[in-house]
């Protein structure tokens, strides 16, 4: 990944939540617009574009953002403003998204087909879901409250993308 500077800052929990990627079926996102729309105190903000991009936004109630694409350059920010990124995906051969969000300090919710996964400790930088079990999706996103977030930022500062980098070339 591309590892900008930033400041470390204390982030706080306000209930917004991010999706970065294509805006396709295999990403799951009915899903995800489904339970955000039941959730009308999170927001969700989604940056991609894609093909189910109008069908998506037809079906998004306010607290849903639609970004559009968004440069390279630009994404820092949105990782340090947010609070987790959820990576619903029903397939996702890794998830680059979910490297970048505990690079910049930020809990993940990652389906446990991602095989990024293998970077989330649940419950601890972050949960792992069951893509097609709403009601599940639902509870994780529900039980993060301001002690839990706290909980789970420490979790994701024993995260180090430099080792995990490290072991991924040893292993190669």
Not at 91 to 118: D, R
Not at 133 to 155: A, F, P
Request: with cysteine; hydrophobic share 40%; net charge negative.
């Amino acid at each position: 990944i591309n590892k900008p500077f930033f400041d470390c800052r204390h982030k706080s929990y306000n209930k917004n939540f991010l999706f970065i990627g294509r805006l396709s079926t295999v990403k799951n996102l009915p899903t995800l617009i489904k339970v955000f729309n039941d959730l009308n105190e999170f927001s969700l903000t989604i940056i991609g574009e894609g093909e189910d991009e109008d069908l998506l936004k037809d079906m998004a109630n306010e607290n849903i953002i639609f970004e559009g694409a968004i440069q390279n350059k630009y994404i820092r920010e949105h990782y340090l403003s947010k609070d987790v990124l959820i990576l619903p995906s029903i397939s996702e051969p890794w998830g680059l998204v979910v490297e970048e969000a505990l690079f910049f300090g930020m809990p993940a919710i990652v389906s446990k087909n991602c095989g990024s996964s293998e970077l989330i400790k649940n419950y601890v930088n972050g949960y792992l879901i069951d893509p097609g079990d709403i009601q599940s999706i639902k509870s994780n996103i529900k039980k993060i409250n301001k002690e839990k977030y706290l909980s789970l930022l420490n979790g994701v500062m024993q995260f180090s993308i430099d080792k995990k980098d490290e072991k991924q070339i040893s292993v190669y």
